[in-house]
């Protein structure tokens, strides 16, 4: 099973340097909408069976030429919203860095709890549950590997990429998940194996179709 991880694109709140968090509203900006656009050329022939995505507005706008292309309904998945941020919600990034709290954020993640919102932990625990029960579910309803993709917020893909990569939270700040970018993980019986981190390049890999877990070897090379 592998999914591609598709990062919502550039939003006004982006453009606007605020921490838009689960405000309502906050669409894609005209870059955004491009990118979005682009999105289906750059998935190409690749053998897609499902979109999920989070319930914002943003993810919805990113999948729509995927889906319509593709002739997919995507499915909403609640666990793959963006982070609760709070009281943070809607405020400046320039204002946040002042914040104590914005050092806990970058230097220790994993003890970060924002003010009214949810911790971090608690974001991945969420967002890796989902991820990887869809993971199953749509490998059951298909009776084979199946190649899917997840729209969701940067934060949420940098926090399932730390577990499949085996590392701790505190060390998700050191993965970067540009808007509209794509990070693709395949799951196994044996560990998941990460393909592409933070892909903004023109096309995807033909090689992304599903591969069995036997394509793996020791010392992880097929040379």
């Not at 939003?11 to 656009?37: C, I, K």
């Not at 002739?71 to 609760?84: F, Q």
């Not at 954020?105 to 974001?123: N, T």
Request: hydrophobic share 45%.
């Amino acid at each position: 099973m592998t999914v591609i991880l598709l990062r919502h694109g550039r939003s006004t709140s982006n453009t606007a340097h605020t921490l838009a968090g689960r405000s309502e509203g906050v669409d894609l900006d005209e870059r955004g909408l491009e990118q979005a656009s682009a999105v289906v050329d750059r998935i190409g022939e690749l053998p897609v069976r499902a979109i999920v995505r989070s319930p914002l507005l943003r993810c919805e706008r990113t999948v729509e030429p995927l889906a319509a292309a593709l002739g997919l309904r995507p499915i909403v998945e609640d666990r793959l919203t963006e982070v609760d941020y709070g009281s943070w919600t809607g405020r400046k990034i320039a204002d946040l860095v002042k914040e104590p709290l914005w050092k806990v954020v970058q230097a220790q993640p994993g003890a970060a709890v924002f003010p009214d919102g949810e911790g971090l932990a608690q974001v991945q625990a969420r967002a890796v549950a989902a991820i990887r029960e869809t993971d199953r579910a749509l490998s059951e309803e298909h009776e084979a590997d199946v190649l899917w993709v997840a729209c969701t917020h940067g934060d949420v893909i940098k926090a399932v990429l730390a577990d499949a990569l085996g590392i701790h939270l505190d060390g998700f700040q050191r993965i970067t998940a540009d808007p509209a970018s794509m990070s693709v993980i395949r799951y196994t019986d044996l560990r998941p194996f990460v393909v592409h981190i933070n892909h903004t390049g023109p096309q995807l890999s033909a090689g992304l179709a599903a591969k069995p877990a036997t394509d793996a070897v020791v010392g992880g090379s097929t040379d």
